[in-house]
């Protein structure tokens, strides 16, 4: 039995609140239960350095967590001077998982980045954050071709979504919130395209080892729940 | 005439949403028109180290702001590896303002962190944070009450809220939102008590010196505008 | 009864030393009684990114503590690896009050800093920072003045000058040493222009809040004191 | 064809050097072809904060490269101030994979701390990293068991070594060099224990998404690479 | 010729201004010619961690140079968030130059710092420096003997000065100013003690290697002068 | 007697092994005994902003220890975000007494960095360092001479190589290690070029201050010393 009580293959509630923000040029509130984040696109019409003059554009992406996000009151990373690496590692995660859907040429020479700033945490922040990235994204290329500047469907190619599974009380589960996170065994983030083709694949054993007979089911209960998210944004945006 | 329409004395709405986030002990996201803030209270048993032993307690605040909370995209600080300068003078104005209405012994030796966070900004950011951060605090007594750890009467001596003047287009104003204050010749920050003692004034001139006619008749404003913001702060606690 | 002995409304012994420095285009040894900064205003001729092809120039200032010019030894800030706080909002208000004062576009595409370096400190380090800082900006244009390169009148408006006053024993007193600092209800810092426009006021309750007759009796003092900093700065170039 | 000219089920050449280091209490300079990185193990009495008077110790572990470890020169991260997010993940990564075969209890209230230091790159430097600690992890836990400290085999549980597959010219091939890996479109690393279990699967779509056949050919190859691995490890020590 | 037109054995006007701080336990302003350096020495009732409970106490210095000391301006550590090469060598060797003649026991568990700002810099701030930070390390002692702590005699075995010496065109010359340092040759330290023992020489070629017979000029071009130096002291404490 | 049972006048084993790295332009681990640092070179076709245009190169270096190089884990620099006082004195002596043997016009408008990386420490680090960061940079520049770039003659003047000198147990000894170098009461540090030329100085009176006579007896050892360094660089690229 799992502490919120949904099934084995249960996700939380999801929704997403698009136009979220006044300012950015796409944005979405995505909520999975009670994690909350979000997501703002931020059109700059310059690149990195290392793109100048190459004809293709950058899509990237910061991470953050609101100090009282969590449970515990967590120092503020300005405060602290520098980004830990879990904040690191979860902001190059959704930028590579994001530029697996874009064509950089169809872009220009331009760069988007995707702010996902969790609001409130309970499991699930980083899978949650690409969800809701992807349309914020979507929204801020629908604004640019208001404006003729890219045609969205030259420039997003696919969906993209992303789910956590793990292991709980030797159980198999979807959609793991903090009660379960904390306590699970194995512990795996998937990031998926909307035609299903594997983007990102996090596998961690957190306590014993895991089988390769384990990892399939994780990646099965995945399959079902990615596409079921993919499903939601295209009834967003519909 | 003001961008918005508003009469030279109107304020923007100012709304109040308790509880906003589900795990600080007090919260509150509070709105003065497209500018809304979150202020979560966060309660530590322990006091910094200067006042260890002392019998007193400590409020403190932080303040950030999301990255694009603003019309352009700014530079996250915890990216950038340190807070700005406006980041450090706001956030030890709202720490002052709040300790002016707190009885730090009655307190006892714990610490009460009050982060505010810009979701997103329209000017006034640093007002609508101290009226805000003000709910968040007393939730957090009201908290603290209901486990016997103190009386928020005798911690919480009166109100305090917040409110900016300015001279727009030769016409004193209240409650200066971004166009206006971009452009205004004079900005003052008025915080008070709901007593009506004056806590903290900073006034500015952007462009030429104001003479004291001009700073009295702001202050005017000032007066009644916080006494309405006290009136509605009641009311969300009633 | 003052610790010092003076009067309510009498300011310590105020000197100013031109060209203390060898090297800076303009410098001043600053003295309100014990409080001594040295202020040194240097030419660059660029401009801060933002004012590039404009047409005008900046003013802008740095303020720094000596580690033992107060009673206990003070971390290095060089050392802590960062300006705190207070560092920062001072060098602000330095910079925005001299800034009242200065035609940026008759100052053209360059920029002078102000360096103001407390060798002493007994309270009141920022009004004399401020108050000696005119002179030495004062100073360095009169250099550029001689190499044909701007007219001082015309770059520099007015006078600024600054001075702090405050509640100290139920008493309104001006220019507070560091004891009465420590000890004051009240402190506000005013800073006027020689005409008498209001450039900044910054008021704090260190206590209890204050009223508005109270801050009316401040402003009275230091309009005065404020007054006889001018006549002083005019006496020095004079 | 590889440009190596290794078949795709080939590894490169793997060797370990025991007691590289006059110091530490284990060490093993690890070569995967033209990949070298030298670990060491340092023992110290003493745990992080939050282990203190658990019982439990801690098994952590630091990545780095020196600045010309590659074909151009890296800025030095300790003249940077900083060390990276790949360099935060990588050396997560290690520390996790080790602690998936380490009984933290019966390792008592001690922390070792593995250094993973990048002589030469020529890709694979986080799987030779994982590889290579085993063994300085291994020999520090024997220096330990010399002095009555720790019983190795109650403390080390089972064998850990990583190796990394991908998709190259349309080919699943094994342990990439750096000339595969600028140029594989799938990549994919994986840490398995000696008896075969699971302990991190990363895997990541560099172009096009990847398939859940092509990612279990990917699996099937590490098996049998890292069972190599563990049998190299086994011998080294024998 | 020397662009001063001194001989080359010739100082230039050395002063001392003792108890030039208001705050400090002990200060000098020390002046070779137009460097002016204001030593102040802070006692503190601890020493470093790793001298606890050792009996013995710890001598330390900071450097630091205020940015318009300078002919150009020089961007300030603080704001640059680190102190620069320059300035390490610089405090570590004043240290280490003021510890060659304190006995750390007598002194007992406590730690003096001194802080050497330079106030304005022209050539061999680290000279002046050290000879006037034992001015102020002195006189600290001596604050410190009239409360009984130390005897200063037991603590301070010797008088400790340095001077420059240089190969400026083709001429050995003591005590170069900024146009003989910027243009020397050779550029050499010497900190010597009031009996004639060496504490720490530093000789670089600027340009050409030096040969020994060059050296040893030098070495007695400063033994003279620092001789000159220590009477200065004597003069000074007499 | 020296704990290693060397003569006075005895050096360590000293070897250079060239081309130990496949990236770099040119590379050398160089042993003193146990003491093991790579030095390599990497070229790059700029020069630092200050000599754009000049038509000057640059010769730099930086330095830098593994944590555990040492008998006591070293906290890594990267990990604690700067480089120590020590680093920066060492990597600026080794860019001072590379460049004193470099024509840097003849080098054209390209920058050398040498990093020098200690692999393990015994003592002598800085001087190892410099003896084998010449063989590198030697290296570099017949790399750059085989692609016509620069004549290794015009460029590279002389030799350069490093040794330590001491008083250790009352005797002048050459080549201190770890054991000598903590216990000695003088330790010099001597940089010479091939034609006997000096190009660096560095002594310090760990405890008592020495002598002028102590001094010349070091000296003596050091450049008999050096002179076998230099024969045997040359043999090394003989």
Request: aromatic letters at 6%; hydrophobic letters at 40%; charged letters at 25%.
């Amino acid at each position: 039995m799992r502490p919120s009580g949904r099934k084995t293959d249960q996700m939380r509630k999801v929704s997403f609140e698009r136009n979220f923000s006044k300012h950015a040029e796409g944005s979405c509130l995505v909520k999975f239960g009670d994690t909350h984040v979000l997501c703002t696109a931020s059109l700059e019409e310059k690149t990195p350095p290392w793109l100048r003059n190459s004809g293709k554009g950058w899509v990237t992406a910061e991470y953050g967590m609101l100090p009282r996000a969590t449970g515990e009151r967590m120092k503020r990373e300005a405060a602290a001077g520098k980004q830990g690496g879990r904040t690191q590692e979860i902001q190059r995660l959704i930028g590579r998982s994001l530029r697996a859907v874009v064509d950089l040429e169809a872009l220009g020479e331009r760069q988007i980045t995707i702010d996902c700033d969790v609001i409130q945490a309970d499991g699930g922040t980083r899978t949650a954050s690409i969800t809701g990235a992807w349309l914020a994204l979507h929204d801020c290329l629908r604004w640019m071709e208001g404006r003729n500047m890219v045609k969205v469907e030259r420039v997003l190619r696919d969906h993209v979504a992303a789910i956590s599974c793990g292991v709980f009380a030797n159980q198999p589960v979807i959609d793991l919130d903090y009660l379960e996170d904390s306590a699970a065994e194995t512990d795996a983030n998937f990031v998926m395209t909307g035609s299903g083709g594997i983007v990102e694949i996090q596998g961690t054993a957190e306590g014993a080892p895991f089988s390769e007979e384990q990892f399939a089911t994780l990646m099965g209960l995945a399959k079902v729940g990615i596409s079921e998210l993919v499903t939601l944004q295209k009834q967003a945006i519909g």
